[in-house]
């Protein structure tokens, strides 16, 4: 947190597809996501190259991953979508559950908020993850915002560069 907020944190972006972090992230919570019972539903990769660094991209997708799944519930669901569009590829990740109340969304992305005071002490956490992937966005050159309905959903979308294909050895220009 510190690096970031100094400015000292370097990215290394390249051209890659997020569905490789998506499905990854997917598959290292496959056993909470059972345990839970949650139906996992999007998940059907198609080629979609963003630029950006891959190891900030995978801790973004894990802390959302994260929250989803926490804030699920039993037998929910996991919704994920991507979208290229004017030159932006857009990652959805949207989970049923209680959502966050209205009032807290504007403040969703602080550091150190909690949506939920009354379960602050049964969730894990310091309030710190969300604000991370805002500040991880952001360097990489994108947006992060949330949509929420109380006792129905609660969705992140965020925003990376277009990744261009890197042209290999050999190929003509």
Known sequence: VTKL???DFTASARAYDIWETITSVVFGAEKRINEKKIRIEGLAPQKTLVYADPDIVYQVMFNLVDNAVKFAGQEG???FHVQE??????VSVKN???GI???DVPRIFDRFYKADKSRSLNVEGAGLGLYICKKL???SGGDIMVRSKQGEFTEFVFNLPVGIPEKTKGQKA
């Open 77 to 79: 669901v996991i919704l």
């Open 137 to 139: 966005i952001n360097r």
């Open 5 to 7: 907020e100094k400015g």
């Open 96 to 98: 049923t559950g209680e």
């Open 101 to 103: 109340p209205k009032e």
């Open 85 to 90: 569009k004017q030159g932006r590829v857009y």
